[in-house]
């Protein structure tokens, strides 16, 4: 059974432009979410989705976006993108909300310079 | 408000010791769920345990162990005769009720030296 594959890998980008990122859960999951982490910051929640529908959303401002497709794949998409965007973004996805546990992938960094 | 604190930074040990990861959460919700997730150099997280807040029961997987008690809202875990492969930042995290959204631990930093 494929694990959480998310894409690219690896990301370098400028200042003031903006990026998407994938992520496909594992076959049956209908729920993605998406984190950010940096050292200054660690781990924070950035969206969720299920069943195509953004159920919950953390601290982040408007440039943070996010949709989930009807195959249950994400992208995460962030405009303008500034210095301190650089991190690296992990997806996860869950059978079910609650008790079941969440599987990640192996992360997005995104670098801005 | 929920939040987890992780309050060891980084813990060194020499391999075949024994180490405990501390963990202390706190919410007001009466059912809720406690993970501890390993993240090694990759930067996967890998999920490693879960505990439900209505099983206080511990138990032993291996060489990993945890003691959860709500009575301090801690959820240590314990990893016995520690290897040179278990080094890698573990985090411990916190998931509501009918939420997909975990809450985690600032995270541990273990080496094991040989």
């Given at each position: 059974k494929a694990g959480v594959t998310q894409t690219p890998r690896y990301l370098i980008k400028t200042r003031g432009q903006q990026v998407t990122l994938s992520c496909s859960p594992i076959s049956g999951h209908r729920s993605v979410s998406w984190y950010q982490q940096t050292p200054g910051q660690g781990l924070q929640f950035l969206f969720e989705y299920f069943s195509e529908t953004q159920r919950n959303k953390g601290n982040?401002?408007?440039?943070f976006s996010g949709r989930q497709f009807s195959n249950s794949r994400s992208e995460m998409n962030v405009s303008t993108?500034?210095?301190?965007?650089?991190a690296l973004y992990l997806c996860a996805s869950s059978l079910a909300a609650g008790t079941t546990e969440a599987f990640f992938g192996q992360g997005t960094r995104l670098t801005v310079v | 408000a929920q939040k987890v604190t992780q309050a060891q930074t980084e813990i060194s040990v020499v391999e075949k010791e024994d180490v405990t990861l501390d963990c202390v959460y706190e919410t007001r919700d009466t059912t809720y769920y406690l993970f501890w997730y390993k993240q090694p150099p990759s930067g996967e997280l890998v999920f490693l345990i879960r505990r439900n807040s209505f099983d206080e029961q511990n138990e032993i997987s291996g060489r990993y162990s945890w003691n959860f008690q709500k009575s301090t809202s801690s959820f240590n875990f314990t990893i016995t005769a520690?290897?040179?492969?278990?080094s890698a930042v573990y985090f411990c995290a916190l998931r509501m009720d009918s939420s997909y959204k975990l809450i985690f631990g600032s995270g541990t930093r273990l080496l094991v030296r040989p």
């Open positions: 982040f401002p408007g440039r993108l500034e210095l301190g965007d650089s | 520690s290897q040179v492969v278990d």
